[in-house]
């Protein structure tokens, strides 16, 4: 098991964060707007195909079509100095190169004896280190959400965002899973704020 990606210096953790702060909005968690305003085409996924082995190739497409040779993934919830770095002396925050292999991914991120990059995360995030895109997994929601920034190009996106869905479909699919003691209905609260952020048109 590879823990080589994981960052271990708190300088570098905290330049990453002031980064990933331009593209998520520090706290939010859905069904709120968790992005900044210059990030919109929002796509959604279930986080059963997403987390693990299989989200590896999914990440991979779209890191090579925004040109990126590695990605962030950071955990945001539970925080991640507060949470590891002073007890396990690394942070579940790691810079993964495109070019490793589906299986080195999994082990760098989900397989790390008991400290695996993300134990016990209720939030993670994944983006570009240019900052083209980004995708928040609020796991009470059992959901991925993708955004792209206004001034990306994303000519040609349709082959590599086909894993993707509307915030309808989600919420008419997996996402009313999660509500199975009020009858697998997402309450019309929580349905009426996550069209409103995420839909198409926004």
Same mark, same amino acid.
């Given at each position: 098991?590879? +823990? ?11 330049? /990453?964060?002031?980064?990933?702060? %331009? ?6 968690? @859905?069904?709120? #707007? *968790?992005?900044?305003?210059? $990030?919109?085409?929002? #796509? ?15 990440? #991979? ?5 925004? #040109? ?6 950071? &955990?945001?919830?539970?925080?991640? $100095? ?10 579940? &925050? ?10 080195? $991914? ?7 004896? =008991?400290?695996?990059? !993300?134990?016990?995360?209720?939030? *993670? ?18 959901? &991925?959400?993708?955004? /792209? ?7 040609? %996106?349709?082959? /590599? ?9 989600? /919420?008419? +699919?997996?996402?009313?899973? *999660?509500?199975? %003691? +009020?009858?697998?209905? *997402?309450?019309?609260?929580? %349905?009426?704020? !996550?069209? @409103?952020?995420?839909? =198409?048109?926004?």
């Amino acid at each position: 098991m590879n +823990n080589n990606y994981f960052l271990t210096d708190l300088n570098e953790y905290l330049k /990453v964060r002031k980064l990933s702060e %331009k593209i998520f909005i520090e706290g939010a968690e @859905l069904p709120d #707007q *968790v992005f900044q305003k210059d $990030y919109s085409a929002y #796509q959604f996924i279930n986080s059963a195909n997403f987390f693990g082995i299989s989200g590896w190739p999914i990440l #991979q497409k779209i890191a090579r079509f925004f #040109q990126d040779e590695y990605i962030y993934i950071m &955990c945001v919830k539970p925080d991640p $100095y507060v949470d590891f770095y002073n007890e396990h002396g690394y942070i579940n &925050c790691a810079k993964i190169p495109i070019g490793i292999d589906a299986d080195e $991914y999994y082990d760098s991120t989900f397989e790390y004896n =008991e400290f695996y990059l !993300l134990a016990g995360s209720d939030i *993670v995030i994944w983006f570009s280190p240019n900052m083209d895109w980004g995708i928040l997994a609020d796991l009470a929601f059992e959901t &991925c959400v993708l955004t /792209v920034h206004h001034d990306s190009s994303t000519d040609g %996106k349709d082959d /590599v965002f086909k894993d993707w869905e509307s915030v309808d479909f989600a /919420v008419n +699919n997996w996402m009313k899973l *999660v509500f199975y %003691k +009020n009858d697998c209905i *997402v309450p019309k609260e929580i %349905k009426e704020a !996550l069209i @409103l952020n995420y839909a =198409e048109e926004n």
